[in-house]
C-alpha cells in the first residue's frame, strides 16, 4: 500500500509570494491533518480535513487554509508568505471514520524556505 | 494548557546500552500518551501508545508505562542498536478535539 505522498519535497519562495503543498493520503484515508514543524516548537498542528470538510483547526492565522478534494488529497496554502514561515510542512493521514485514536501516518514532509 | 517536554537531546549510546527518554506532560483529564519515531529521511510513525493510566504500550523491544502520579510516560528500550537511530516524539491527546500535543522531539545516535 503507497504511503502519504507530499509534494513538493523542498521549495524556495520570497516574503510576500503565496506557496501550495499538496497531499495524497493512503488510499481509504479520508482525514487528513497537517502539521508545522520548527526547531523552536516543534510539530504544531494546523488543521484537519475528512470529506471535503475542515473538522479542526489549529491556532494559526487566517493566511493558512486548506482544501480536500473528493478523492481525499488534500492541500495547504499560506499566502503572504514571512520570514517565520520557514518550515517543514507534514501531512498525515488516517482512517478517520472512527473515533480518534492517534495513530496517524506520515509524510516526508515540504520543507519550505522563505527568503 | 496541555503540554509535552521531553529531555533534550542528543542522546549518544553504545550500541546494547539501555535507553531511556523522559516525558512529562501536563494536560487535564485522562490524556491518551504516544510515542511516535522519525527514522532518517523517512515520515514519523506510531512506535506504542497508552490509553489509560498504567497501561503499558510496547513494540520493537521499546516500552513506556502511563504513569498517572508521576504524569510521565518515559521510553526505555533495554538494548539499543544502530538501526534504532532516529528522533523520537512524545505526544498526547486529550479531550474531545482531534489533534496531538506535541513534544520537541529527541535525538537518539546509537553507535556500534
Known amino acids: 500500500k503507497a504511503g502519504v505522498t507530499q509534494t513538493p519535497r523542498y521549495l524556495i519562495k520570497t516574503r510576500g509570494q503565496q506557496v501550495t503543498l499538496s497531499c495524497s493520503p493512503i488510499?481509504?484515508?479520508?482525514?487528513v491533518s497537517w502539521y508545522q514543524q520548527t526547531p523552536g516548537q516543534g510539530l504544531q498542528f494546523l488543521f484537519e480535513y475528512f470529506s471535503e470538510t475542515q473538522r479542526n483547526k489549529g491556532n494559526f492565522p487566517g493566511r493558512f487554509s486548506g482544501r480536500q478534494f473528493s478523492n481525499s488529497r488534500s492541500e495547504m496554502n499560506v499566502s503572504t508568505l514571512e520570514l517565520g514561515d520557514s518550515a517543514l510542512y507534514l501531512c498525515?493521514?488516517?482512517?478517520?471514520?472512527?473515533?480518534?485514536?492517534?495513530?496517524?501516518?506520515f509524510g516526508e514532509g515540504s520543507r519550505l524556505t522563505v527568503l | 494548557g496541555n503540554s509535552v517536554t521531553q529531555m533534550e537531546g542528543p542522546v549518544t549510546l553504545s550500541e546494547e546500552a539501555f535507553l531511556t527518554i523522559n516525558c512529562t506532560y501536563t494536560a487535564t483529564g485522562y490524556p491518551s500518551l504516544f510515542w511516535y519515531v522519525q527514522y532518517p529521511g523517512e515520515g514519523l510513525q506510531l512506535l506504542l501508545k497508552?490509553?489509560?493510566a498504567d497501561d503499558k504500550g510496547s513494540n520493537k523491544g521499546f516500552e513506556a508505562t502511563y504513569r498517572k502520579e508521576t504524569t510521565s510516560f518515559h521510553l526505555e528500550k533495554g538494548s539499543v542498536q544502530v538501526s534504532d537511530s532516529a528522533v523520537y516524539f512524545c505526544?498526547?491527546?486529550?479531550?474531545?478535539?482531534?489533534?496531538?500535543?506535541w513534544g520537541l522531539g529527541t535525538s537518539l545516535a546509537v553507535n556500534p
Open positions: 488510499s481509504g484515508h479520508r482525514s
Open positions: 497508552a490509553t489509560k
Open positions: 498525515a493521514s488516517s482512517p478517520g471514520t472512527s473515533g480518534y485514536t492517534g495513530e496517524l501516518f
Open positions: 505526544a498526547l491527546n486529550a479531550g474531545n478535539n482531534r489533534k496531538l500535543i
